[in-house]
């Protein structure tokens, strides 16, 4: 089943996308996060993703009391993520009432360490966000705050990780991110080649209810949408319908 997931990246404690990653390229909009979370949850939504852009950067979750406080409405399970860099961070987010916490950078940079998370805390409690941006002919990991490549790439660590035990990895083609220019479905197909086990979110470009209807033919398990329904490209009811109608044909 493919699930369509909401998402809210926080800088400052408002609501804000980027384009291409790009911090000079912000437009901020002017829902209140907590709001706009329940309206998502009015919408059918389960899950919700947040990123916190400024702890992407500074290496420490910095909208925490945010997060808190759209967890503790009960309303939606979040998976949240931006500035995990140790076990402590972690454990913040977990105890803020965040389900899954997702690491980024350091998923890329110290895998070892993650493995550990996971073997820890659970498989289904940790989502790998793998971020990724071709160039050279490979698809590169850029990291802290998609300002710096890491040695390994794509094709090295999601078999590795699938491994070791993983389940969720999220990846988003960052040259698609906040674009609306359409998903990357060959980033997808690789993915599902590389390793097949791993419940892929997808992420970065999606601007209709063709593009879902696309990516749910392909077997991601879940759709992260941003820009699309901040800017009213389309409804979340109108994406869960389609998400459904695609499962079934498949």
């Not at 995990?84 to 997702?102: H, N, S, T």
């Amino acid at each position: 089943m493919t699930l369509p997931i909401p998402a809210i990246d926080l800088r400052e404690g408002r609501v804000v996308r980027l384009y291409k990653g790009d911090y000079a390229q912000q437009t901020t909009f002017a829902f209140e996060p907590e709001a706009l979370a329940a309206s998502y949850a009015d919408d059918g939504a389960t899950w919700l993703h947040v990123v916190d852009l400024d702890g992407a950067r500074s290496g420490r979750f910095e909208n925490l009391a945010v997060v808190a406080g759209i967890a503790s409405a009960g309303r939606l399970r979040v998976q949240a993520g931006g500035g995990i860099r140790d076990e402590e961070g972690v454990r913040r987010l977990f105890a803020a009432g965040v389900e899954r916490v997702v690491i980024g950078s350091l998923a890329s940079r110290d895998p070892d360490t993650v493995a550990t998370w996971i073997d820890r805390y659970g498989a289904d409690r940790i989502v790998l966000a793998l971020d990724t941006r071709f160039r050279d002919g490979v698809w590169k990991l850029p990291s802290a705050g998609w300002t710096a490549d890491e040695a390994l790439t794509l094709d090295d660590l999601l078999p590795w990780y699938q491994a070791r035990g993983a389940r969720h990895v999220l990846c988003t083609d960052i040259d698609r991110d906040g674009t609306m220019t359409g998903p990357n479905a060959a980033l997808y197909r690789q993915i599902a080649t590389l390793a097949p086990t791993l419940d892929v979110q997808a992420s970065g470009g999606v601007s209709s209810l063709d593009d879902i209807a696309g990516l749910a033919m392909q077997g991601v398990s879940g759709i992260i949408l941003g820009r699309a329904l901040l800017e009213g490209a389309f409804g979340l009811r109108d994406a869960f319908a389609v998400a459904a109608r695609a499962d079934a044909t498949c």
